[in-house]
């Protein structure tokens, strides 16, 4: 199964780490909409991203809910049906939520830097290290750290679980989007 090294963190000055992704990168980044629909399952999380334009992907990972780079193991495969599949899913594992969120992908080296808007959340910031068949757990966590340093993220700012994660613990403080 595929992995990468993950970070989480919000953002506390958009305009300060969008600059800093934009030299570290060397482009502007790819802006990117996402829908993403998470579904009821006895382990790990099951997701369909659905990109708005007629395409998704269904993704199965597992990851600890920890704060600071952790590994996450992951299973892809496209769809040219993300609205089909979502109501099959739902018909049958039933639904845990949806995240909408625009994201601006840029890639640094071997790590996707996202800078993400979170429909109900604000902004945020993930860092996936996309490890290399050989590369140690430990060769990932470091270059996730590196770049947090680079991007001038604090470990204070760092956050665990998903968006859907946080958006659930918003509508049960009484806090819906």
């Known amino acids: 199964m595929?992995?990468?090294?993950?970070?989480?963190a919000v953002?506390?000055?958009?305009?300060?780490?969008?600059?800093?992704?934009?030299?570290?990168?060397?482009?502007?980044?790819?802006?990117?909409?996402?829908?993403?629909?998470?579904?009821?399952?006895?382990?790990?999380?099951?997701?369909?991203?659905?990109?708005?334009?007629?395409?998704?992907?269904l993704i199965f990972y597992e990851r600890p809910d920890t704060e600071g780079p952790k590994l996450s193991n992951y299973s892809i495969t496209p769809t040219s049906d993300p609205q089909g599949l979502v109501k099959v899913l739902t018909d049958a594992l039933g639904q845990v939520?949806?995240?909408?969120?625009?994201?601006?992908?840029?890639?640094?080296?071997?790590?996707?830097?996202?800078?993400?808007?979170?429909?109900?959340?604000?902004?945020?910031?993930?860092?996936e290290v996309v490890m290399k068949e050989h590369q140690s757990r430990e060769e990932g966590v470091t270059i996730a750290n590196q770049l947090m340093l680079e991007l001038g993220v604090k470990q204070e700012d760092l956050i665990d679980g998903a968006y859907?994660?946080?958006?659930?613990?918003?509508?049960q403080n009484g806090n819906a989007p």
Request: positive net charge; proline residues 2%; hydrophobic residues 35%.
């Open 11 to 57: 953002l506390r000055d958009l305009r300060d780490l969008t600059q800093r992704a934009r030299e570290l990168s060397g482009t502007d980044g790819t802006v990117i909409r996402q829908q993403d629909t998470f579904f009821k399952v006895p382990a790990g999380r099951l997701k369909l991203r659905d990109f708005q334009d007629g395409t998704g992907q």
């Open 97 to 127: 939520g949806q995240v909408k969120k625009e994201r601006r992908l840029y890639m640094v080296g071997q790590t996707r830097v996202h800078v993400d808007s979170v429909q109900g959340l604000g902004d945020f910031m993930e860092l």
């Open 2 to 8: 595929p992995s990468n090294v993950e970070i989480k």
């Open 164 to 171: 859907m994660d946080l958006l659930l613990k918003n509508q």
